[in-house]
């Protein structure tokens, strides 16, 4: 069974500084992974995701992510801040060989608090 | 660009009462998964279907069922139900996986708000 597993529940960071997310996966195979965010009662929108090839991946508003096989981390970063990436952050999983209709697996989501 | 429709956004019912919630998705997507996410939860897998037969079923209850139809919707019924069924419902699509077999990305609707009072 893959799962996921996602570092620190809250994370808050100042407006301008780095942002770090931290994901780290379990999975017998080499996993699809993505980055959904998720604005306050809305639905979830995909940042970013890692099927095969490179290993850093870039996505929407600045974010990226690299895949660590070695480390089986997932991590989201972005260099600097903005007020509106407040938001809650959630890392999935899923297995790319059924051939059919595969489940993400999510994790427990990281709320991303921006100060002034 | 047409995203995943859902209806409603928002539902509230009484205990034992029924609920439909509907799914459409993207144009040319045929593979649809139904999430549940409780509040502050992260969303689980319910049930998903592709080319109108289920393909894969997760946590889903026994008084849950849903269908997939010609159009590609699909329908989430949800009989008796109880307070702990007060949720986000994200329906998402993804269009068919290629010949190679590998899992397409998911699109997420914005979810229906169900509260059972």
């Known amino acids: 069974a893959q799962s996921v597993t996602q570092l620190g529940s809250h994370v808050s960071v100042s407006e301008g500084a780095l942002v770090l997310l931290r994901c780290n996966y379990s999975?017998?195979?080499?996993?699809?992974l993505f980055w959904y965010v998720q604005y306050p009662n809305q639905g979830l929108q995909l940042l970013l995701k890692?099927?095969?090839?490179?290993?850093l991946v870039k996505g929407i508003n600045g974010f990226e992510a690299e895949f660590k096989k070695s480390e089986t981390s997932f991590h989201l970063t972005k260099p600097s801040a903005h007020m509106s990436d407040a938001a809650e952050y959630f890392c999935?999983?899923?297995?790319?060989?059924?051939?059919?209709?595969?489940?993400?697996?999510f994790g427990t989501g990281t709320r991303l608090q921006v100060t002034l | 660009a047409a995203g995943v429709i859902q209806s409603p956004r928002h539902l509230i019912k009484e205990k034992r009462e029924t609920a439909t919630l509907k799914c459409y998705p993207i144009?040319?997507?045929?593979?649809v998964y139904w999430y549940q996410q409780g509040p502050g939860q992260d969303p689980q897998f319910l049930i998903s279907?592709?080319?109108?037969?289920?393909?894969d079923k997760g946590s889903i209850p026994d008084r849950f069922s849903a269908q997939q139809f010609s159009d590609y919707h699909s329908e989430l019924n949800m009989s008796s139900l109880e307070l702990g069924d007060s949720a986000l419902y994200f329906c998402?699509?993804?269009?068919?996986?290629?010949?190679?077999?590998?899992?397409?990305?998911?699109?997420f609707g914005p979810g229906t708000r169900l509260l059972v009072l």
């Open positions: 999975s017998s195979v080499p996993p699809y």
């Open positions: 999935a999983v899923s297995d790319p060989f059924t051939g059919t209709a595969s489940k993400l697996t």
């Open positions: 890692y099927t095969t090839g490179a290993t």
């Open positions: 144009p040319r997507h045929d593979t």
């Open positions: 279907f592709y080319e109108k037969m289920q393909s």
């Open positions: 998402a699509s993804s269009p068919s996986p290629p010949t190679s077999g590998y899992q397409e990305t998911q699109y």
